[in-house]
């Protein structure tokens, strides 16, 4: 959205706008306030030129149209930010899903800091997020290692085959959500060799060990019914290593090591930006709210 754009509004429009920020109206009249009615020098204050003018009265209702624009501008941008820092994982609730372990770490987690309330924090101290987040790349680490370990004839390995985790060839190859048919289908991009993999998951590994990495790590449920539950994870944008190798491994077969899978995040406009747009009369429909690249 340009912000330069002119868009007339009608008087219940601009009554909401007012509305909407009408906490802000009494520092707008008092940036325009005259100096000599505060007790100022005038003669001190800041002037543009000698003489000139009391100045005209804000147009508030233009200042507000142009706040809310500035506003959603900055929806925007915020969404395009998240949109390379964040991920989602999505755990299946499944025996051997990583979730369970996630789980058991943060009882033992919260088990420990409850032991340590009132001592200062040692050099060992690790927030919640990135223990979390280490305990998800060591697992995968680990099992991924059983598996490299395998003969093709091996049982671990024909499962893995039979699960669709690996193709014909001993490779992890990628899938993405088909609207049309609602269902999973493979996708034409390169699929990833198992040496190679091993190395990703090692620099994986790696790279989750510096706290500063994880910026948040925690699940999304709603309710404990869930035959799936999404994992919101945020990176620091100064670990390029780490950022790259996620966009990489996104749509990827290998998280089904986990029970899980991993998806770049689709962020959204906001419900309140959403409000502002169709008081502006530039609204989507209902549910097509999605911020414009």
């Known amino acids: 959205m340009d912000g330069s754009d002119s868009v007339p509004l009608n008087g219940r429009e601009t009554q909401e706008l007012l509305e909407t920020f009408g906490a802000l109206a009494p520092l707008l009249r008092k940036a325009n306030k005259d ?41 925007v941008d915020n969404n395009m930010m998240r949109k390379q820092d964040s991920f989602v994982f999505y755990m299946q609730m499944e025996q051997e899903s990583v979730v369970h372990a996630l789980t058991a770490k943060a009882k033992s987690w919260h088990h420990e800091m409850a032991q340590q309330e009132g001592t200062m924090k ?24 059983r598996l490299y370990e395998c003969t093709a ?59 500063a990495n994880i910026l948040k790590f925690h699940s999304l449920r709603t309710s404990g019914d869930q035959q799936m539950t999404p994992w919101l994870l945020q990176i620091s944008l100064r670990c390029d290593e780490l950022q790259t ?20 995040h689709t962020m959204h406009q906001s ?12 609204g989507k429909s209902a549910g097509k709210g999605k911020a414009k690249r």
Request: proline content about 4%; aromatic content about 6%; hydrophobic content about 40%.
């Open 35 to 75: 100096p000599k009615e505060d007790g100022r020098d005038p003669k001190k204050a800041k002037t543009q030129h000698k003489g000139q003018e009391t100045a005209q009265a804000l147009d508030l209702p233009q200042v507000v149209l142009q706040m809310a624009k500035l506003l959603i501008r900055l929806d």
């Open 122 to 145: 040692t050099q060992e101290w690790r927030p919640l997020r990135a223990t979390l987040m280490q305990t998800l790349a060591l697992t995968l680490q680990q099992r991924l290692k």
């Open 153 to 211: 004839t091996d049982p671990l390995f024909q499962t893995a085959a039979h699960h669709n985790v690996l193709n014909t060839k001993g490779e992890f190859f990628f899938q993405r959500w088909d609207a049309t048919s609602k269902t999973l289908t493979q996708t034409d991009q390169a699929p990833i060799a198992m040496e190679r993999m091993k190395r990703y998951a090692d620099q994986f590994v790696e790279n989750t060990m510096e706290a």
């Open 245 to 264: 190798l996620l966009e990489t491994l996104a749509g990827c077969k290998v998280w089904n090591l986990l029970g899980a899978s991993l998806k770049m």
């Open 271 to 282: 419900h309140q930006a959403q409000q502002l747009q169709n008081l502006l009369g530039k």
